[in-house]
Every structure is written in C-alpha cells, then in structure tokens.
C-alpha cells in the first residue's frame, strides 16, 4: 500500500521559511515521480514542483520558482519542499502525491497523502 506522510506545516511570516517533509513506503522509490500540490480555499489545485526519484530532474511551477526547492533522501526515503521567502498568497493545504508515469501534471499524480496546512500571515 502506497504510505505518504506530510510534515512540516505551520504558521509563519511573510519573508519567513518552512521545509516540508514527506515520508513515503509501500512502493518502489526509484520508479516514481514524487511531488507537491497545493490546495488554498475557493481555488484549484495546483502542483507546485515535482522530482524524479531515478534522474533527480526537478520541475516547478512559475509561481514558486526560485523560492522553493525539492530534494530527496533516498536512503530515508523522504522528499523535502524548501519553502524560502514565503508571501500570504502561498497559503494552502499541500499535499505529497506520487506517480509513477505522470511528471509535468503534478496535480494529477494518482497517489496523495493528507496534507499539512501551510499559513503565512502579512
């Protein structure tokens, strides 16, 4: 059974940062695409940035570009979402998801966990 596990939310600051943590069991690391989405009330779920667990390629969404960077740890089988210089509008639910074929549309990969809210305040 695919197991994706979120931590690291919190309330912070504009400016401020958080790093999120996904601990993830149940399939083969190597073999999936891991990301985040998120989700803020009244608006569409939107994919914020995903890793290939086999090539290590990173992808993001424009909106977080340059302020967030995703990474993993293979031997703990963990990804990590850096979330630096965070604005109000970065405020949401997000989400750890999983897939092993999807890569761009991150907000489609099939497997997701429960989520860690993430509020900044102004």
């Known amino acids: 059974e695919v197991q994706l596990v979120e931590s690291g939310g919190g309330l912070v600051r504009a400016g401020g940062s958080l790093r999120l943590s996904c601990a993830t069991s149940?399939?083969?690391?190597?073999?999936?695409?891991i990301g985040w989405v998120r989700q803020a009330p009244l608006k569409a779920r939107e994919g914020v940035s995903s890793?290939?667990?086999?090539?290590?390629?990173?992808h993001y969404a424009d909106s977080v570009r340059g302020r967030f960077t995703i990474s993993r740890d293979t031997s703990k089988r963990t990804v990590y979402l850096q979330m630096n210089d965070l604005k109000p509008e970065d405020t949401a639910v997000y989400y750890c998801?999983?897939?092993?074929?999807?890569?761009?549309?991150?907000?489609?990969?099939?497997?997701r966990g429960q989520g860690t809210r993430v509020t900044v305040s102004s």
């Open positions: 149940g399939f083969d690391f190597d073999d999936y695409n």
């Open positions: 890793i290939s667990m086999s090539r290590g390629a990173t």
């Open positions: 998801a999983a897939d092993p074929f999807r890569w761009y549309n991150i907000h489609e990969y099939y497997y």
